[in-house]
Structures are given as C-alpha cells and as structure tokens.
Nanobody
C-alpha cells in the first residue's frame, strides 16, 4: 500500500519562502511520479508540480513556474517542493500524490494519481 505524508506547511508573509516535504512509502513500481497539488477554498484541485522517478524530469503549472521547484531529497528520502516568492493566491491546502503507472502525457492531472496524502496548509499573508 502506498502511503504519503506531507510536512512543512505554515504561515508566511508574501514574498517569503516555504519548503514542503512528501515522505512516500510502499512505492515498489519501476516508474512512478510524485506530484504536488493544491486546493484553495471554493476552487478545484490544481496540479502544480510533478517529478518522474525514472529520470527526474519535472513539470510545472504556469502559475508556479519560476517560483517553485520540485526535487528528490535523497538524504531525507522525500520529494520536496521549494516555494519562493510566495503570493497570497498561493494560500491553499497542499497535497502530494503518487501516480504508480506514470505516463507523461498529462503529468499534472489529478485523475491520473492513485494515492494521496492528507495535505498540509499553506497560508500566505499579504
């Protein structure tokens, strides 16, 4: 069973930074992807970043490109999301998810993901 646990959320001022981590277990598949998603109140869940296990390829939503970076943290065995230049519109619950049969056609589509964490709240004050 795949299990995912997010950490690192919190309250930060606009322009500041936060680093989220996703600890995954039970991923025994040869090729999979870890994605970060977010959902603000009253809005649909948005895929914002994804990294492939096979070659480390990454994908980003336009809304975070140039500000957020997804990476494998081999020391901690996590997938991290470094968020810089945060804006009030980044306020949301952030989820990590695993796509266990990853095909890169739609890497940020929530419907492709099979397992989800419970989420961590990120609040950006203006």
């Amino acid at each position: 069973e795949v299990q995912l646990v997010e950490s690192g959320g919190g309250l930060v001022q606009a322009g500041g930074s936060l680093r989220l981590s996703c600890a995954a277990s039970g991923l025994t598949f040869a090729v999979y992807a870890i994605g970060w998603f977010r959902q603000a109140p009253g809005k649909e869940r948005e895929g914002i970043a994804c990294i492939s296990s096979s070659d480390g390829s990454t994908w980003y939503a336009d809304s975070v490109k140039g500000r957020f970076t997804i990476s494998n943290n081999n020391a901690k065995n996590t997938v991290d999301l470094q968020m810089n230049s945060l804006k009030s519109e980044d306020t949301a619950v952030y989820y990590c998810a695993a796509d266990v049969l990853f095909v890169s056609t739609t890497p940020l589509s929530a419907s492709e993901y099979d397992a989800w964490g419970r989420g961590t709240q990120v609040t950006v004050s203006s």
